[in-house]
C-alpha cells in the first residue's frame, strides 16, 4: 500500500492545463525544493507531455499522471498507455476526476493495472457515497472533494471532511484522504491536516494566483506545519 512511499501529511499540485513546459518546470523546481526544505512528499499532477521533464528535473517530487487507460503495449490510437507514464517517470495516476470521470467497474479495472507496474492511485469522488463505493476497490488515495467547490475558493466545512474520512476509514484504513476543493490559503490547507486530512491538494488555488511559486511555499510550509 501507498503508506510505505508516501508519508503523511503530504501536499499534491494539480497542474491541469493551467500551465504547461517551461514555466511549468520553474513552479515544479520550486515545489521540489520546498519538499526538501520541509521534509515532505509532494504530489505534483502534471500533463502527459510535462511529465518526463519534471521526473528528471526533481528529486522529490512524485510526478503523477492526470489520467490513464487501460490498454496493454499494441494498439490503442491516442489511449493512455500505463507503461509510457510509467517509463516517462510518473510514480503514480489520479483517476475520476471530476474532469474525467470513469465508470466504477472501469475504475477498478484501472486501479489493477496500476498496481501491476507499482503506481500509487489518487482516486477522485465528488460525494461520501462515492467515497465509500470507491473505498472498496482499495486505492492507494481518495480525495472526496464536493464538486461544486472544486475552483471556488470555498473549502469543504470540517463537518463534510470529518464525515468522508470516516467514511472511507471504516472500509480500508490503510486508505489515505486527501482534502483539495477550494484551497487559496495556507491557513485552509493547516485547517483540513487538524480536521484529519492525510494530505491536501491544490490545483486553481496555486496556478491561477499572482504569484504561483509564492502560494506553493506556503501551501507546502503550512501542510507540514510552518
Known amino acids: 500500500m501507498v ?29 521540489d525544493a520546498c519538499a526538501i526544505d520541509n521534509n515532505i512528499d509532494v504530489i505534483f499532477i502534471a500533463p502527459y507531455t510535462d511529465i518526463r521533464m519534471i521526473a528528471r528535473s526533481t528529486k522529490r ?92 475558493g470555498i473549502v469543504s466545512d470540517s463537518d463534510f471532511v470529518s464525515k468522508s474520512t470516516k467514511a472511507i476509514k471504516e472500509i480500508n484504513s490503510n486508505i489515505l484522504v486527501e482534502h483539495a476543493a477550494g484551497i487559496t490559503k495556507s491557513s485552509q490547507v493547516r485547517k483540513l491536516i487538524l480536521a484529519g486530512a492525510d494530505g491536501v491538494g491544490s490545483a486553481s488555488g496555486i496556478f491561477l494566483a499572482d504569484d504561483p511559486i509564492k502560494n506553493v511555499k506556503a501551501f507546502i510550509s503550512a501542510c507540514k506545519g510552518g
Open 3 to 31: 503508506h510505505k512511499k508516501l508519508r503523511t501529511p503530504f501536499f499534491e499540485i494539480g497542474a491541469k492545463n493551467f500551465m504547461y513546459g517551461n514555466k511549468l518546470l520553474e513552479v515544479a523546481k520550486a515545489a
Open 61 to 152: 517530487l512524485l510526478v503523477f499522471a492526470p489520467y490513464m487507460d487501460t490498454l496493454r503495449p499494441g494498439r490503442g490510437l491516442a489511449d493512455v498507455l500505463p507503461e509510457a507514464i510509467k517509463d516517462a517517470g510518473a510514480s503514480g495516476v489520479m483517476l475520476n476526476h471530476s474532469e474525467r470521470q470513469i465508470s466504477l467497474p472501469v475504475l477498478q479495472q484501472t486501479i489493477e493495472r496500476a498496481k501491476e507496474l507499482d503506481l500509487i492511485t489518487l482516486v477522485c469522488a465528488g460525494s461520501i457515497a462515492e467515497a465509500r463505493a470507491v473505498a472498496c476497490l482499495s486505492p492507494d488515495i481518495i480525495n472526496p472533494e464536493e464538486t461544486n467547490l472544486i475552483g471556488s
